[in-house]
């Protein structure tokens, strides 16, 4: 059974930072790629970033230069660094993982970007 748990998000203010973790289970971690995605208030789920099984990375446009994805196969965890927060960041950012035809998701973890 495909498990994947997020944590890390939290309230902060513009400029500020956070961590999120997205732990796998189910899975053989290594061999997938993995994404994060968000949804913010109204509007639909966009992907943010997305790192391949060897390490290949891309970003939304809205991101780049500021988050950071990576990986720790040990862990079974993908991680989404965030710096320079906006209060555009504002949304549940949930990690997601395609395996069997199938596309799982976590329950999402909410960001919020406020003064």
């Known amino acids: 059974q495909v498990q994947l748990a997020e944590s890390g998000g939290g309230l902060v203010q513009p400029g500020g930072s956070l961590r999120l973790s997205c732990a796998a289970s189910?899975?053989?971690?290594?061999?997938?790629?993995m994404g994060w995605y968000r949804q913010a208030p109204g509007k639909q789920r966009e992907l943010v970033a997305v790192?391949?099984?060897?390490?290949?990375?891309n970003y939304a446009d809205s991101v780049k230069g500021r988050f950071t994805i990576s990986r720790d196969n040990a862990w079974n965890t993908v991680y989404l660094q965030m710096n320079s927060l906006k209060p555009e960041d504002t949304a549940v950012y949930y990690c997601?993982?395609?395996?069997?035809?199938?596309?799982?998701w976590g329950q999402g973890t909410q960001v919020t970007v406020s003064s």
């Open positions: 790192i391949s099984r060897g390490g290949s990375t």
């Open positions: 189910g899975i053989i971690f290594s061999i997938y790629d």
């Open positions: 997601n993982v395609a395996t069997g035809g199938r596309v799982y």
